[in-house]
């Protein structure tokens, strides 16, 4: 079994302050683990992804996160935010099986950007 | 969108009508997915297929049935639309060795 728990549904920064996404997984296996972007009205663009490779894992628009397995998180971070930023942001976690791999998404956190 | 174009993009239908919505994809990948995205509930997986005629149920697969005849497209099928089933659907393609699923531009459905 997994899950994904997106700690915050929402998140107000202020244009370039820090931006922290916090999200929890659990999983019965070594997972993959995926952000994932949506902007309004469109569909979901992969932001970075963690495979079992280096944890700290840069994705692009300057975002990265870390893979912590001992507290099974991996928050998203961006040093500035742009006003581009604002968008919604999904958090995921993959179980690999024999007939493919299935996601499961976390609730989604919804990042406003103030000018 | 990776080669990904699903239709309608926009519907509007009334409740017991049958409703099909298409994905097709030019990306040759085994895999594909049907996800409905409601708000509070992230996307959640209705059925998927792993090659022509090979398919599989998700967590809400009721009320939902898919068929694929060629590995470039992927239907998904209301029998008798409710308002419930009343979303934005996502297709996806993926199945690669990283795992990561490449997403469609979206459906959205309204039924009446």
């Known amino acids: 079994a997994q899950s994904v728990t997106q700690l915050d549904s929402h998140v107000s920064v202020s244009e370039g302050t820090p931006v922290l996404l916090r999200c929890n997984y659990s999983?019965?296996?070594?997972?993959?683990l995926f952000w994932y972007v949506q902007h309004p009205n469109k569909g979901l663009q992969l932001l970075l992804k963690y495979t079992s490779a280096a944890t700290l894992v840069k994705g692009i628009n300057g975002f990265e996160a870390e893979f912590k397995k001992s507290e099974t998180s991996f928050h998203l971070t961006k040093p500035s935010a742009h006003m581009s930023d604002a968008a919604e942001y999904f958090c995921?976690?993959?179980?690999?099986?024999?007939?493919?791999?299935?996601?499961?998404f976390g609730g989604g956190t919804r990042v406003l950007v103030k000018p | 969108d990776a080669g990904i174009t699903q239709s309608p993009r926009h519907k509007v239908t009334e409740t017991g009508t049958p409703v099909t919505l298409r994905c097709h994809q030019t990306e040759n990948h085994r895999y594909m997915y049907w996800y409905r995205q409601d708000p509070g509930h992230g996307l959640r997986l209705i059925h998927y297929?792993?090659?022509?005629?090979?398919?599989d149920k998700g967590e809400v697969s009721d009320g939902y049935s898919v068929s694929r005849s060629k590995t470039e497209d992927f239907l998904l099928t209301l029998e008798s639309a409710t308002s419930s089933q009343t979303s934005v659907y996502f297709c996806?393609?993926?199945?690669?060795?990283?795992?990561?699923?490449?997403f469609g531009p979206g459906t959205r459905l309204t039924v009446l």
């Open positions: 297929s792993y090659g022509v005629k090979d398919t």
């Open positions: 996806a393609i993926g199945g690669g060795l990283d795992n990561e699923q490449f």
């Open positions: 995921v976690v993959s179980a690999l099986k024999a007939a493919g791999n299935k996601l499961t």
């Open positions: 999983s019965s296996y070594s997972p993959s």
